[in-house]
């Protein structure tokens, strides 16, 4: 990611955080819209909770961006604990455009071009670091080298 893009996603997540409660309950009904069969994902856990866990994970992905490489081994495990959860590989493409659709929503006018593909690079990068350690017992190294451009 460019030094650019990083900045893009700190500016807007900072305007997100004041309305973060409401962004959570968007991304989760708006992600069980698009796919419903990642609503029994989450049939045990309190989506109190589990709303809560969703903005402080995003909030130490985007304080961490300048530091890909420390992040790396959290978004491993992250990773293979959604898959023992019943995570599977396509369900990281409903997130994501749940996730970009949440954004949208709570940017408004600031959600330009620019801002969109920021969003979805750093989405893209977490997601492939998940999605390798989920199939994996240790992060792939030539992900997380992936994650430096």
Do not use: N
Not at 54 to 73: F, K, M, N, S, Y
Not at 94 to 122: C, F, I, N, Y
Request: glycine share 6%; net charge neutral.
């Amino acid at each position: 990611m460019s030094p650019h893009e990083k900045a893009l996603v700190k500016e807007t997540w900072a305007k997100v955080l004041p309305i973060s409660e409401t962004a959570a309950h968007q991304f989760y009904d708006r992600l069980f819209e698009l796919d419903p069969t990642t609503r029994p994902l989450f049939h045990a856990a309190s989506m109190a909770d589990q709303r809560r866990k969703l903005i402080q994970a995003l909030t130490v992905v985007v304080q961490g961006l300048d530091h890909l490489e420390r992040l790396g081994p959290a978004l491993a495990d992250l990773g293979r604990r959604h898959a023992q959860y019943g995570v599977s590989v396509a369900h990281y493409d409903t997130v994501g455009a749940a996730l970009l659709w949440t954004l949208e929503q709570g940017l408004g006018p600031a959600w330009t071009p620019q801002v969109r593909a920021a969003w979805s690079r750093s989405y893209a990068l977490l997601a492939d670091v998940m999605r390798a350690a989920a199939g994996e017992p240790a992060l792939a190294p030539d992900v997380m080298a992936r994650t430096e451009s």
